[in-house]
């Protein structure tokens, strides 16, 4: 198969479905993107990259950093996060707090916004700074010293934070949060708002399609860990949608609002697309329609 060619028709056919959904406007940050563009790239696991559309144009990570710090989370401290958040899939919109008072103040899962709050709380214990970590861990995998926190993104959803202050007061009413809710959400925005392009993204989480080996060589996760990430990707990466997108795509996912999505092929490669406007669950129209498109012209899916 000639991956650069599939790449580039995948990118051409989804073009009509660019202004499908809405630009995410909560995040008033967020609100100016334009709606006509769309990234892709595939980092396979030998180091090739095949790319087209904008796949070199950075926009904001938003939820896809909760893959990288529940991944740091579990290597320095294999899984007792899994005593403060549950690993199952949520049913409902990943900024809801409606399950979070009937489950004691433990979140359904690391992916929605309650659970991501738990997931960065530990990793500032673990390293005194998380998204400062998350950073290091996007350059180091990448190769791209320059990722970095789109300031004026994290200031406007700091802003704008009033729900993620709610929930994050909520978790700590139920002891579920180590350190103060303000350090707590300085970190989760900071690191909702690191910028990242589909081609860093995609070789960023080339160590889920590894097996947990990371770009230098070494092992960041164990398998069994890789592999565990993977399965709560595919039950919670997209939210209340993730059913249909296990349907569709067929591989472990997470989507952000800046309208990022990554997909792993276990053993294979790791996808990465950007199209800002979103479908009503918050993950891109566009980015979806093209996963499908992927492991429909490639028969990559893990199932
Ligand atoms: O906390 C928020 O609402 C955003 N920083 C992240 C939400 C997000 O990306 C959900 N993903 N589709």
Not at 169 to 182: K, M, R
């Amino acid at each position: 198969m000639d991956m650069q060619s599939t790449v580039e028709e995948i990118v051409a056919t989804v073009r009509p479905l660019l202004r499908r959904g809405d630009v995410a406007s909560y995040i008033p940050g967020l609100a100016n993107v334009s709606p006509d563009k769309f990234g892709m790239c595939v980092a396979m696991s030998d180091g090739e990259v095949f790319g087209a559309g904008d796949w070199h144009t950075q926009f904001s990570i938003q939820s896809i950093s909760k893959v990288f710090s529940l991944a740091l989370v579990m290597s320095y401290d294999y899984d007792s996060i899994w005593r403060r958040v549950s690993r199952e899939p949520s049913g409902s919109a990943f900024n809801s707090m409606v399950q979070l008072e009937a489950d004691q103040g433990i979140p359904r899962n690391p992916f929605i916004n309650a659970g991501a709050l738990v997931v960065t709380d530990r990793l500032l214990t673990l390293t005194g700074d998380a998204a400062h970590s998350i950073r290091g861990l996007l350059r180091s995998e990448s190769g791209n010293p320059s990722v970095d926190v789109d300031r004026a993104v994290a200031a406007s959803e700091a802003q704008h934070g009033h729900r993620n202050a709610a929930m994050a007061h909520f978790l700590a009413s139920y002891g579920n949060l180590e350190n103060p809710v303000e350090l707590v959400m300085e970190n989760y925005f900071d690191q909702c708002a690191l910028e990242i392009s589909t081609e860093d993204l995609a070789k960023a989480s080339l160590f889920l399609a590894r097996h947990g080996v990371s770009a230098g060589g070494t092992p960041f996760l164990s398998p069994n860990q890789s592999k565990r990430i993977n399965a709560v990707m595919l039950t919670c990466g997209t939210y209340d949608a993730a059913g249909e997108f296990a349907y569709r795509v067929g591989l472990p996912g997470k989507s952000g609002v800046g309208g990022g999505i990554i997909a792993v092929v276990p053993g294979r490669c790791s996808v990465a697309v950007w199209g800002p406007s979103l479908g009503p669950n918050g993950n891109s129209v566009a980015g979806i329609a093209a996963l499908d498109e992927f492991t429909t012209r490639t028969g990559w899916s893990i199932f």
